[in-house]
């Protein structure tokens, strides 16, 4: 493929679209841009485009490299200009018949607006002359010129527009003079609508060109170049050097777009909507973009050019009669819009896929000037995707590869109404999707309070800790100043489901004052003023794939909605996965929501949760600061019970599928006492004193806890919190399966191992309590005993772990972490700074590192199979709910992924498309270049 | 190999020793264990050995899988028993000059005291009597006979050897009361030594052989066993049973001895040193084992058996004249001597070193009894290898691979005297070597005074940090009550060649009273007393391979001395040796004391140290609290020449060899203020307030500093500092390379790097300053750059960071604590457990994990090299001085390690015998089990 092409870059460096045929297709993609390709594959479909011609990206890179156009791209470039100036019968840079162009960038992927374009290419005073003569429209011709100097010399030449914008303001005002307006009332906007452009007379224009051009001189000391050919070399040049600008790199980053790629440029033969009233211009979707409804829809505006539409200087009109009524396309100019329409669904059925045109009507006649997949709301994407495969249009595989997954969370969570007027606070990271609008608290408690008097609630908080559960489920949102996409709030908010900012580092929290400091930041950086919100004071959170947003007020939101398409398509991909797709998931609720969104099994079950409830806390308390094993077993022996009844309505609610137990993990610090209250209540429950209690507490302090005394190792100095937890566990499930609920099989989950030693003194701990439990209960079942993978050496030495542990979870949180380095809860202070500089092109806890990380999760599963063959292999990281994580565990052979319940939907699209891609990789070989 | 032995097997079980030649000899040491080697090599050498045989050690193996004597070995055992009795004339299990034999274990390694020994077996009552006309003493018959009856009832039967006590204590209260004894003032060991053994007539011990077989069988409800062939078989059967005793399991999990090893059994014909005036027992080392002088060495006792001479309930006398005067058993019994001497010096030549050997004269007559390779001290073990090259004894390879290294210590640093009596106080972990006495200081500013009034001082604090480093160089110890192996107290202590202890968690710390309270705890775990020290009490601290040891009041101590020997054999060492040995040293007086000990280069300057100086903290500060890049710069323009003068003494000091230079690492926040004081004086030096101060300091507190904003991270978002400390260094070498003294070639080293990406920003941050210094010094130096690989990721991407990195030094302590989840400050709560549980042989902060981290490590030199063949590769963590660990790094090919000053004679002999260990494995293929 790269041979084949570079074969193609010594033949041919300009590729013609025109009578009676274009050189290139939609094929080609890589080497003509987007833009590009598809003007040749419309001109190949015998729409009426207007012809031109592409330079590849190719000489994009070779002028990059040798900074100017290499030689033989000029030859080229006249030849191609010779032809189009034939097709039409105009001539370039002669004043008979002037032909003029557009220079525009036209890359493989989409990047609006971050390349640089240049129309009404090849005028000069003796040109423009010509034309005003033969248009019979000055007005047109100078318009044309002083728009064309203005954007040459910003773009080519270094002037900057504002120059040139400056001295329209100067004219508008003479103008306004003129008429008698009293200037001095009128702000610089209001100017602008009291002298709209077209009050502007052609000799203002004329003026204007000549003011423009005294600029340029006086600007760089030397004429404004007369020669169209200079013009046409130097706006090449400068489309190309646009690749390089820092917008675009900037874009290319962010966007994970290649810098190799490169850009094309397209050469066109100009057509006008702005030339007479027969004369429009307009940009359509062949469906709605925003319902997916088969349902023509686009905007235009007579006499006008394409930036017109896009501007909103003008308001466009509806094309069709439906929308617009009497304004409408459809009435106004009905043989074009026959015209239109019979294109649109020549080019739809031909590109089988949902397309966005841009269109201009030369004094009656339809020209395309760009077509493309058309962007679309997820609701969008579902719709089209299904009625498509309706329609016989696309396969069902081809419906499951055409959704983006993460877009299906505009259909599982609510949203701000994209619409709606708003005021932007502040900004922070996107942790758990959709919108949510509510009065501020700043306690737990509080939101709690609030709610139970049926307020909406948005807790605020610091950070959030196991103490503000309640709190956390009791609110609409949550929003933290600190804190990364895995900290406790984002965590947990994605687990019960609400919508949630994290990091919010703008924001001051002062807890006893009870209010939030907002700061808001110019550009430099200094901040430019400071908001104080209270308690109660409304706000609105929003979500969604472009990140966080803290809104003043109360915004107007749109629902949750699956739905019918919804269910359809999600069926479809259910038949395509080779994986399983299952949940974490602490409780019987949050399984239930799992289960209804298609979960087949809980992946992480993290008991530590249960203990957080309000009624264990202080039995935690209680097991933690006792100094004796004797002592621990009594507090433990009360928390048994407790434990147990979760187990088994988790059993019941799973019915027979499989639920992995991960046995305690997080620092025993994690529980105690944060506040005075709870330290009194402590000290009263254990008969010790405050002081003590502190002392105790203290002494379990970490330097790096999350590198410290938790997991496994717990069980290793306290083994029989592991044999309480055992008990519960299988105590449950053989009350259960007594009850003749279906067979439970328990997956019995070790934290944090690092060594298969750990795993055999666990295994002992459990196959003893199992005989014990298993001989009371006068039942036997089967049950499972594996561990995590989230230590490096775990993963390096899974061959010897595997020799215990029957199955492996990767908990991908913890080996990107340890793999990196990198505390999550800390790494907000640089991580930025790292995406900014392209260092990590993904939160490496949000997508997986697949060289670092990935490579450790691979081995892992290699290492284990060959010890364990066929060994059960999943994922209960964050990372089981992202797509692109998703894509590469189905690569290297994973049976299930985890992920929270409202991921679910998510994963299994993924999972679809990831074993739909693979398959196709096979049969296309290794093709891709 | 494991098939012969098992071809060995079936044929035989049971090796004879005795006339005409024994069936083994001293290569089969894994068979017959080393003692039954041993005494058949010397029965060979036809040295005097009494005959008898011995039950392999995979009859053990085989006797704990059928837990019973496996059934083709009584046979073999009764024709071994029945040439015996030939052999000595005399007969097991009759009267008629009866023989009786010991039963003793002896595995491959020596288990001293750990597995079970039976002696005089073969009694009876009608034996008994036999024996005591035969050799006209019943005291010594009946005396062996209640020693046997009480041995074998603990061992074989299980009852406790404190019944047949307790019933010899009543026997001798009989006797003093008899005696006219006033008995109640007497406690038990007071009455020991009145009424000693000997004093017990024939009758008395009749008396007691009636009474201890009335126990056994009251205990037991059945007899004695009468028949010698039963106890035989007993007695064979608990030896096997006693390779699985609890304490040998510890031993064996201490001294990392395999399980599957087994121990042999040794069956021998008693011979008695205690039958007569003219016979005698005694213990020899053939040179001395404290010194290693070339001179006889052994205690004996007359008419006393070989537990006498060890128990030390009579004290014996010097075997030669020289030491022993009159009562040397060179005068005493000269003809044994010389006999003894001829022997000796036999086996010292025959098994080339010094040996340990133990031998009892019967009626005159010698026997050895054991001989094998003596224990010896560090001092001893060089100076016995260097002299035994120099006689033709040994060749210098094998002089090098004897001395274990880690022995060097004893020479390296002071150590308190053995023979001292002293009082304990506590133990903590061994993290600086050496001994050291002195008054304690809680402080560092206290400890520095004190100093300074010329006392000595030992610097106590809960751990230390970079401020107390001045207090850390004036003291002569530092112990910590918390802290592991790496932390900053370790670190630095072991750097500056301080001894120190940490993590001596006993000890409880009031900085307020200035005291340290230690709790002595009882063996059940419960506090039996404290102890309270203030400041100015005498302690004295002793750091050795057993540990750290805390000692009441001031110890008498040996001194630190090297010598002769000792460089002679570091010279044979360094011929040998393939690895450089580099140390880490951030000063120019610790790079001198590094060289003196023949560093060969400086593998960690960390330039962090020297921000923590006095003078540089406070412009440390000024930077980290700026708001702006360019207050930040300010500061570091104030910071720059003093540590460019840093670099120039370094330079001086190290004349061309090479330094790598580490840029900054911690998290800045350990600059930060810690009192008062210091945030008023940071507030006076920056016109910020303390409160403003206090809120920026709490906003670099981070969850996880370990894993947090630190290493190149800080230059991602400041690359202000790195770009001074590169200049500082380049201004340095430039000068020191214009000044004539040599070729400077500085190694700039970035750390904790997890992507190419992260080097490649730093790279052109050296590259920029490296011009501008290089332009404005009109001088051009060849510098490399490198990183340290230190984290997971770094390792499994290392093809890719090798492409901007031209060196790697691995950080063996970071990618210990993230590869296994491991804070090393934390670890001190659970390593304890681990290790007992040997889930972990040795702790991976000393000695390399090669399993898990060692992976990382071999992984990321071979892709290392696969992007960049022939890269340098070092190692600058702590393992860089642990001679197991320089055993793997020289493995997998790394070109130095790197350690503290005082490990450099240490790496030095490690690395040497690594070099010859391989070259050894390879000549002798892959014949190792």
């Known amino acids: ?443 737990a408690d509080e939101a709690a309070r609030m709610a139970g008097e049926g307020k909406s609630v948005i807790l605020v908080r610091r950070e959030t800790s196991p103490e503000d559960i309640h709190g956390m489920k009791a609110s609409n949102g949550i929003l933290t100043a600190r804190g990364g996409m895995t900290s406790h709030a984002a965590v947990v908010a994605r687990v019960i489901g609400k919508c949630c900012i994290v990091g919010c580092s703008a924001m001051d929290i002062d807890y006893a004052k009870k209010t939030a400091t907002i700061s808001i930041y110019a550009k430099d950086g200094h901040v430019e003023k400071t908001v104080v919100l209270k308690e109660g004071d409304e706000v609105t959170l929003s979500v969604d794939d472009k990140g966080g947003a803290v809104y003043l007020g109360k915004v107007p939101m749109t629902n949750a909605q699956t739905g019918a398409h919804f269910e359809e398509l999600m069926q479809w991909a259910d038949t395509f996965r080779r994986m399983r797709i299952r949940t974490n998931a602490d409780k019987a609720s949050e399984a239930k929501v799992a289960m209804d969104f298609g979960a087949e099994g809980i992946g992480l079950c993290r008991t530590e949760h249960m203990f957080f409830e309000e009624d264990r806390v202080p039995l935690m308390r209680e097991m933690i600061v006792a100094d004796t094993q004797a002592e621990r077993e009594v507090a433990l022996a009360k928390l048994l019970p407790l434990q147990r009844a979760d187990f088994v309505a988790l059993f019941k609610q799973m019915a027979g599928l499989p639920v992995t137990i991960r046995l305690l993990d997080p620092p025993l610090h994690e529980f105690l006492p944060t506040d005075e209250a709870q330290f009194a209540a402590l000290a009263k429950a254990t008969g010790l004193t405050v002081a003590d209690l502190k002392r105790r507490s203290d002494e379990r302090h970490e330097q790096n806890p999350m590198l410290g005394h938790r997991g496994v190792r717990l069980a290793i100095t306290y083994p029989e919190i592991y044999a309480m937890q055992v008990r519960a566990i299988l105590e449950a499930a053989c009350g259960v399966q007594k009850e003749g609920k279906g067979k439970v099989v328990p997956e019995i989950m070790i934290p944090l191992a690092a060594t298969v030693q750990e795993l055999e003194i666990c295994k002992k701990i459990v196959e003893k309590i199992a005989a014990e439990v298993f001989a009371e209960q006068g039942v036997k079942l089967d049950y499972l005993y594996g561990t995590m993978i989230e230590l490096p050496r775990a993963a390096l030495c899974a061959d010897s772990l595997a020799k215990e542990a029957e199955f492996f979870s990767f908990g991908t949180n913890d080996l990107t972490q340890t793999g990196w380095g990198l505390s999550r809860d800390d790494a907000g202070r640089f991580l930025p700074a790292y995406e900014a500089s392209g260092i990590v092109k993904k939160d490496p806890f949000q997508t997986l590192d697949t060289e670092g990380v990935g490579a450790l999760v691979e081995m892992a599963c290699l290492k284990g199979r060959k010890t364990r063959p066929g060994m059960k292999l999943g994922v209960c990281g964050e990372h089981g709910g992202d797509p692109a994580s998703i894509f590469f565990f189905d690569g290297i052979g994973l049976d299930y992924v985890s992920c929270s319940p409202f991921r679910v939907p998510i994963a299994r699209l993924s999972a679809a498309q990831a074993t739909l891609k693979s398959a196709g990789k096979q049969r296309s070989g290794s093709s891709e270049v």
């Open 1 to 443: 493929m790269l041979v084949l092409t570079k074969e193609k870059t010594m033949n041919k460096d300009c590729y013609y679209f025109g009578a009676p045929q274009a050189d290139g297709d939609s094929s080609m993609n890589s080497l003509l841009g987007g833009k590009g390709a598809n003007l040749a594959e419309m001109t190949n479909l015998g729409i009426p485009v207007p012809p031109g011609f592409t330079l590849t990206t190719e000489v994009c890179l070779r002028y990059t490299q040798e900074a100017k156009l290499p030689d033989n791209v000029k030859a080229q470039v006249e030849q191609a200009l010779a032809r189009m100036e034939k097709e039409v019968g105009r001539n370039f840079g002669k004043p008979s018949a002037p032909l003029l162009v557009s220079v525009r960038s036209g890359a493989r992927a989409s990047m609006p607006g971050m390349m640089d374009t240049i129309l009404n290419l090849g005028l000069n005073e003796e040109i423009v002359q010509a034309l005003a003569k033969e248009t019979n429209n000055p007005h047109f011709a100078y318009d044309a010129y002083r728009r064309f100097i203005a954007m040459y010399s910003d773009v080519v030449l270094g002037v900057s527009k504002e120059h040139f914008e400056k001295e329209l303001d100067e004219l508008r005002r003479e103008v306004a003079k003129r008429k008698g307006l009293a200037l001095e009332k009128l702000n610089p906007e209001e100017l602008k609508q009291a002298v709209p452009d077209n009050a502007l007379s052609a000799e203002d224009l004329k003026e204007l060109v000549k003011r423009s051009l005294a600029i340029v001189e006086q600007k760089l000391q030397k004429p404004f170049p007369t020669d169209p050919k200079e013009q046409l070399w130097g706006a090449i040049g400068a489309v190309f050097e646009s690749w390089n600008n820092d917008r675009a790199i900037a874009y290319r980053r962010m966007n994970q777009i290649p810098d190799e790629w490169g850009t094309a440029c397209n050469v066109q033969a100009m057509v006008f909507g702005n030339l007479s009233d027969d004369s429009a211009t307009g940009v359509c979707f062949t469906r709605d973009p925003r319902t997916g409804e088969r349902e023509f829809f686009g905007e235009w505006l007579p006499n006008a050019q394409g930036e017109d539409v896009v501007a909103g200087t003008r308001t466009p009109f509806n094309v069709t009669k439906k929308a617009g009524g009497d304004d409408a396309l459809e009435v106004k100019m009905s043989e074009c819009y026959e015209e239109l329409v019979r294109i649109y669904q020549l080019l739809e059925k031909h590109y089988r896929d949902m397309l966005d045109i841009e269109f201009t009507i030369q004094r009656g006649k339809l020209y395309l000037l760009q077509c493309r997949v058309g962007g679309r709301s997820g609701r969008a994407s579902v719709r089209l995707a299904v009625e498509m495969v309706h329609e016989g249009l696309i396969s069902k595989q081809e419906a499951v590869l055409r959704v983006p997954p993460h877009k299906l969370d505009e259909l599982l969570h609510p949203a701000v109404n994209p619409d709606a007027p708003k005021t932007l606070l502040a900004k922070g990271l996107p942790a758990g999707p959709g919108a949510a609008c509510g009065h501020m608290a700043f306690s």
